[in-house]
């Protein structure tokens, strides 16, 4: 007889994982499927393994400018393989730090590729996916393929690099971030197509290590996201440091060398360019996973290549839901773990509340940060609604001074009638640290006063976000 529990979660990632703990703590008999790697792309192969990537760059450009803090640290350079051997390192730590969450909260893990094959039942049979390289160890206590039967089951599956026709990944001379992530060597010249977090934190890394990248974004802007404001400022800052942006450009050729590339480039507005480049990295964002899970069989309702559900996660099957990336955007880690515990705590009949989009924070680690939550000036205007905007630059705070980080600003926009924080926008040196606070202030309603109030310590850099409230209303003190 097949095995029983409450809750199935396909997908052992920040979604999958962090759903399956909250069931566990709630009281439900869980089991999370997993093919491939516990903690997902995330943990693996995206959010934190590229952090460690960017932190040695960081490291390696504060040793560059050494002298002008007093600080000589002599002949400078960097070990590729010590840098990638870093960045693996992290990701088998927190590796080890699911498996055992999982363990500790008593949650199956059944090792396979799962299909829903029925209402309720979940087969799991050997992988169709050749896993990364290098892989981890699958956990000891792994259950094996088989029949699982389940009251409810949530589709936790993430997404994958999206393709472009001309630019099909080969992992040698045209990279997915996988690859980027692991490079032998660093090439002399690297395009990377698309500029937005993927892209530019790429874009960022590579060039902090000397190697000569060109940004390609088919959109008017890099960031497209961000406020546009904010999105100016840090192209501003990126050629600065010699990144050569593109934008209203797409690539309409590609050509194999032995060890190279020949791309053709069409500006919008000019004449077609082209470029020898020894690497090409295609960062155009990512798809969703939902392809062999059964869901034709079930009738589950696709929108747009994701599952569609409703604001506790739920599908138009009962029993079957999705959360994360395969469910949508903004396909984020911490979007998918605020809904995979929302999603779990709906199925045990507590009293959930809908994820709000408007209050999913974005971060891109690049140098200097790029951070927001909320609405752009320009979605503001668009909605008809009376704004008051505050800016606050980083050369007039004393903690950047310090520092020596003067490049940036954060940018705040508010409801002129009501007062009510409607968006926020940083770019700057720990602007992903920084922004929570307006998150916060955002999900308890906070208005201008109340944040005006508020007293925020000194010396920070968070001084800049109280400074940018006040500017919002004629108050700014330091400006």
């Not at 893990?109 to 799991?124: H, L, P, Q, S, Y």
């Not at 500006?267 to 964002?285: F, N």
């Amino acid at each position: 007889m097949a095995d029983t529990y409450d809750l199935i979660v396909i997908g052992g990632g920040p979604g999958g994982y962090v759903a399956a703990i909250r069931a566990a703590q709630l009281g439900l008999k869980t089991a999370v499927v997993e093919r491939e790697h516990l903690g997902g792309i995330c943990l693996n192969w995206g959010c934190i393994p590229t952090k460690a990537l960017l932190r040695s760059a960081e490291v390696y450009r504060l040793a560059s400018e050494g002298e002008r803090f007093g600080v000589s640290s002599g002949a400078l350079s960097a070990d590729v393989a010590r840098i990638v051997a870093h960045s693996r390192e992290a990701a088998t730590r927190l590796n080890g730090g699911v498996a055992f969450l999982l363990r500790k909260n008593k949650i199956d893990v059944i090792w396979g590729e799962a299909t829903i094959a029925a209402k309720g039942e979940v087969r799991v049979a050997a992988p169709t996916k050749p896993p990364m390289s290098p892989q981890l160890p699958s956990p000891k206590t792994r259950l094996d393929h088989g029949v699982y039967q389940a009251k409810h089951i949530i589709i936790a599956t993430g997404a994958r690099p999206r393709v472009l026709p001309g630019l099909e990944p080969d992992g040698r001379l045209i990279w997915t971030y996988f690859e980027a992530m692991k490079p032998e060597r660093f090439p002399k010249s690297l395009l990377i197509v698309g500029a937005g977090a993927i892209g530019v934190e790429f874009a960022s890394f590579y060039r902090t290590f000397g190697v000569e990248v060109i940004l390609v974004e088919a959109l008017p802007h890099i960031l497209p996201s961000e406020d546009e404001e904010i999105a100016a400022l840090a192209h501003r800052s990126f050629k600065k440091q010699g990144i050569d942006i593109r934008v209203a450009t797409t690539v309409t050729g590609v050509e194999k060398k032995a060890d190279s590339l020949v791309v053709t480039l069409k500006p919008a507005d000019g004449e077609t360019q082209t470029l020898d480049v020894e690497r090409a990295l295609s960062a155009i964002g990512v798809v969703a996973n939902v392809e062999n899970l059964g869901l034709e069989t079930l009738g589950v309702a696709l929108e747009r290549g994701v599952i569609k559900i409703d604001g506790l996660g739920r599908t138009n099957v009962e029993g079957v839901y999705a959360i994360g990336d395969v469910a949508g955007g903004p396909m984020l880690a911490h979007k998918a773990e605020h809904e995979g515990v929302t999603c779990v705590e709906a199925i045990a009949g507590l009293d959930a509340h809908a994820l709000d989009k408007s209050r999913v924070p974005g971060c891109t680690y690049c140098h200097p940060q790029v951070a927001s939550v909320g609405l752009t000036e320009a979605k503001a205007k668009e909605q008809g609604i009376d704004v008051k905007i505050g800016r606050f630059p980083y050369l007039a705070n004393g903690k950047a001074i310090a520092l020596g980080e003067l490049e940036g600003v954060v940018k705040t926009i508010f409801d002129a009638k009501s007062g009510r924080l409607l968006g926020a926008h940083i770019f700057g040196v720990e602007a992903t640290e920084m922004i929570q606070g307006f998150v916060i202030a955002m999900n308890l309603e906070t208005t201008e006063e109340e944040l005006i109030r508020t007293i925020f310590p000194h010396p920070t850099l968070s001084e800049t976000m109280h400074e940018s409230v006040l500017a919002a209303f004629g108050r700014a003190i330091h400006v």
